[in-house]
């Protein structure tokens, strides 16, 4: 799958809170269960259900039905886009763009 590095502009505050709270929970789960994620999210006047539901249309989460509970994992694209929120936070980057000079025929 591509990045489709366009998407980190146009998500909101709440659903990077959500990816966070994925992040946060797979340290100690390998599946998140949704109870744990709306806790650490810690959104005002709910919404998490949401959140989640369009996180993962856009292949950033992905559901994993367990025998216990139902819960979520972060895909590489949801990494990716965690990574590349803390670069833009750092001000580490500035744009993506396409790779240019690259392969046998550059030079």
Same mark, same amino acid.
């Given at each position: 799958? !591509?990045?489709?590095a366009k #998407? @980190?502009?146009?998500m909101?505050?709440?659903? +990077?809170r +959500?990816?966070? $709270?994925?992040?946060?929970?797979?340290?100690n789960? *390998? +599946?998140?269960?949704?109870?744990?994620i !709306?806790?650490?999210?810690?959104?005002?006047?709910?919404? =998490? *259900?949401?959140?989640?539901s369009?996180? $993962?249309? !856009? *292949?950033?989460? =992905?559901?994993?039905? *367990?025998?216990k509970?139902? #819960?979520?994992?972060l895909?590489?694209? #949801?990494?990716?886009?965690? $990574?590349l929120? =803390?670069l833009c936070?750092?001000e580490s980057v500035?744009? +993506?763009?396409?790779? @240019?000079?690259? &392969?046998?025929e550059? &030079?």
């Open positions: 799958m !591509k990045l489709d #998407g @980190i502009r146009y909101s505050v709440d659903e +990077v +959500v990816l966070t $709270a994925v992040e946060t929970g797979s340290r789960h *390998n +599946v998140v269960p949704t109870s744990l !709306k806790s650490l999210a810690r959104l005002h006047g709910g919404g =998490t *259900n949401k959140f989640i369009d996180l $993962a249309k !856009k *292949n950033l989460i =992905t559901k994993v039905i *367990n025998v509970y139902d #819960g979520y994992k895909t590489y694209g #949801g990494y990716d886009y965690l $990574a929120k =803390t936070k750092r500035y744009s +993506v763009g396409n790779q @240019i000079g690259v &392969g046998k550059s &030079g």
